[in-house]
């Protein structure tokens, strides 16, 4: 197996299109989900495959959730997941406060509105 970092090189006849056989064996995709403190990383989640909204309910209610002290922030931003009435519940009825960051138009411009 090549690995992605090795140098492939090709000899070629003059006027033949040079062919590379490429590995084709890809590893599965990993998501990590985890919270961000000023404390530093807590509430974190490894998972096979994408997130979805039923793996954001799971990650909130099984890992926020839990981690979660009155007086912190929740801050979502645009993911469509992030946007589940049901994890947006379970964190409300925490008594912490949520922030969205809406989409940024301009690099330097950041807002957040409180849900």
């Known amino acids: 197996m090549l690995d992605a970092c ?11 299109r040079a062919r590379v056989k490429e590995p084709t064996e890809r590893a599965p995709n990993i998501s990590v989900i985890s919270a ?9 989640m490894m998972i096979e495959g994408a997130v ?14 839990p981690e979660l002290e009155p007086g912190e922030i929740v801050m979502l931003d645009q993911v469509s997941f992030h946007g589940s009435l049901r994890a947006i519940g379970q964190i409300r009825n925490t008594h912490v406060k949520t922030a969205v960051k ?5 690099p330097g411009l950041f807002t957040l509105h409180m849900l």
């Not at 809406?102 to 301009?106: D, E, K, R, T, Y």
């Open 102 to 106: 809406p989409g940024v138009s301009s």
């Open 6 to 16: 090795e140098k492939r090189e090709v000899q070629q006849n003059s006027g033949e």
């Open 52 to 65: 979805d909204t039923r793996v954001w309910d799971g990650y909130i209610e099984r890992f926020l959730v």
């Open 36 to 44: 961000l403190r000023l404390s530093g990383v807590g509430a974190t």
